[in-house]
C-alpha cells in the first residue's frame, strides 16, 4: 500500500509536471466572471483543433451558475458549430475583448 508521503511526493511531481506545461494554472482576468451572451472572447491557449489561439469568437450562451468554478459558456465555431466551454478547463485560457 502507499503511503501519504509517498502519494504527497508523487502529487508534486505531477504539479511540476504541468508547470512545465503551463497547464497548472488557467489565467483568467477579472473581469470573466461578468460574462454575457454577446460578449466577444479571445482565447490565448487551446487544446482543440476546432478553437484557435488569437482569433475571436461570439458568445452564445452563458450559463446562470457561470460565477461557480463549474459554470459553462458556449461559443459558435467556424463551422457554425456550438461548443460548450467550462469556466475553467485546463490547458484553455480566454479572455473577453468586446462586452456586449
Known amino acids: 500500500m502507499i503511503t501519504r508521503e509517498e502519494y504527497l511526493k508523487a502529487l508534486d ?3 511540476a509536471y504541468h508547470e512545465q506545461l503551463n497547464l497548472s ?3 483568467h482576468n477579472l473581469r470573466q466572471k461578468d460574462l454575457k451572451a ?3 472572447i479571445v482565447f490565448d491557449r487551446v487544446m482543440s483543433k476546432y478553437i484557435e489561439v488569437g482569433k475571436e469568437y461570439k458568445v452564445l ?3 446562470t451558475d ?3 468554478w463549474y459554470g459553462s459558456f458556449e461559443i459558435i465555431l467556424d463551422n457554425n458549430k456550438i ?3 467550462k469556466r475553467y478547463t485546463q490547458g484553455y485560457s480566454w479572455r473577453i ?4
Open 13 to 15: 511531481t505531477v504539479e
Open 25 to 27: 494554472v488557467v489565467r
Open 38 to 40: 454577446g460578449d466577444t
Open 61 to 63: 450562451y452563458v450559463s
Open 66 to 68: 457561470f460565477e461557480k
Open 83 to 85: 461548443k460548450r466551454m
Open 97 to 100: 475583448v468586446d462586452c456586449a
